[in-house]
């Protein structure tokens, strides 16, 4: 299994490959943090300045996100953070789902490699990338275990900047993850499948675009959109 190190320096070195993110950003994100972090944040994607500096959550949305973080006493350096894809797509549109699938071999790396008792999702791309048929209006703030994995869905922070009611809503949220992660240490042991779903899952068992391999899903996992519960896991 690759260290967190080894994945950031595949994705900083990463070149050539046709996607359109990748071939015009000025650094590629790969994300930081603890090797050991208890809680993963996932986002959807880096905006301006995470590609200036490479770094991930690093402009007007990371300031609000240092601030939910430390609410619940915690710091960056505490938890991992990282993005559904690692470059910015130009004009920070949103990300097709072929440079999803394409970012997904990494991502799930990380995952993988970090072993986070709970994932904290911000936003619907990265939420629509591991549970499928929910809306983050209707479950945000709620805890979902889907193929032993804790997800806890919130808003994106960068959605508070545009919406200050959702400012609230955001710390308040981040308020019971204490709880959430309690709960989820104390849940039996079960095997985790880190999996995506939706568009980015079916590319996944093809071959990408630009003729790089990806990492295959399984006829399972791309079909299956009926796991996760609506009802909040605790």
Same mark, same amino acid.
């Not at 200036?52 to 619940?72: H, M, N, T, Y």
């Not at 009611?165 to 308040?172: A, E, I």
């Given at each position: 299994?690759?260290?967190?190190?080894?994945?950031?320096?595949?994705?900083?070195?990463? $070149?050539?490959?046709?996607?359109?993110?990748?071939?015009?950003?000025?650094?590629?994100?790969?994300?930081?943090?603890?090797?050991?972090?208890?809680?993963? +944040?996932?986002?959807?994607?880096?905006?301006?300045?995470?590609?200036?500096?490479?770094?991930?959550?690093?402009?007007?949305?990371?300031?609000?996100? !240092?601030?939910?973080?430390? /609410?619940?006493? +915690?710091?960056?350096?505490?938890?991992?953070?990282?993005?559904?894809?690692?470059?910015?797509?130009?004009?920070?549109?949103?990300?097709?789902?072929?440079?999803?699938?394409?970012?997904?071999?990494?991502?799930?790396?990380?995952?993988?490699?970090?072993?986070?008792?709970?994932?904290?999702?911000?936003?619907?791309?990265?939420?629509?990338?591991?549970?499928?048929?929910?809306?983050? /209006?209707?479950?945000?703030?709620?805890?979902?275990?889907?193929?032993?994995?804790?997800?806890?869905?919130?808003?994106?922070?960068?959605?508070?900047?545009?919406?200050? /009611?959702?400012? =609230?809503?955001? +710390? !308040?949220?981040?308020?019971?993850?204490?709880?959430?992660?309690?709960? *989820? $240490?104390?849940?039996?042991?079960?095997?985790?499948?880190?999996?995506?779903?939706?568009?980015?899952?079916?590319? +996944?068992?093809?071959?990408?675009?630009?003729?790089?391999?990806?990492?295959? *899903?399984?006829? =399972?996992?791309?079909?299956?959109?009926?796991?996760?519960?609506?009802?909040?896991?605790?």
């Amino acid at each position: 299994m690759k260290t967190l190190d080894q994945i950031a320096e595949e994705i900083r070195a990463h $070149k050539g490959c046709g996607f359109e993110p990748c071939e015009t950003c000025t650094n590629e994100v790969p994300g930081e943090g603890n090797s050991n972090a208890d809680i993963m +944040l996932i986002g959807e994607g880096p905006g301006k300045n995470e590609d200036l500096q490479g770094r991930p959550f690093v402009g007007a949305a990371g300031k609000l996100l !240092d601030e939910l973080i430390e /609410s619940i006493g +915690l710091k960056r350096e505490d938890v991992f953070i990282g993005n559904v894809v690692k470059a910015r797509p130009p004009g920070n549109r949103d990300p097709k789902p072929e440079e999803i699938a394409h970012s997904w071999p990494w991502l799930r790396n990380q995952v993988a490699a970090i072993k986070p008792q709970v994932i904290v999702l911000l936003g619907r791309h990265a939420m629509d990338l591991f549970l499928p048929d929910l809306r983050i /209006s209707a479950v945000h703030g709620q805890a979902k275990r889907y193929r032993g994995q804790v997800y806890y869905p919130v808003y994106h922070p960068a959605a508070a900047l545009y919406n200050g /009611s959702l400012r =609230q809503t955001l +710390l !308040d949220d981040f308020a019971k993850l204490p709880k959430v992660l309690e709960k *989820a $240490k104390a849940l039996p042991e079960t095997e985790v499948a880190i999996e995506p779903v939706g568009p980015a899952a079916e590319l +996944l068992t093809k071959k990408s675009p630009a003729k790089e391999p990806v990492a295959a *899903a399984s006829a =399972q996992t791309a079909k299956s959109t009926t796991e996760p519960q609506q009802k909040p896991l605790f």
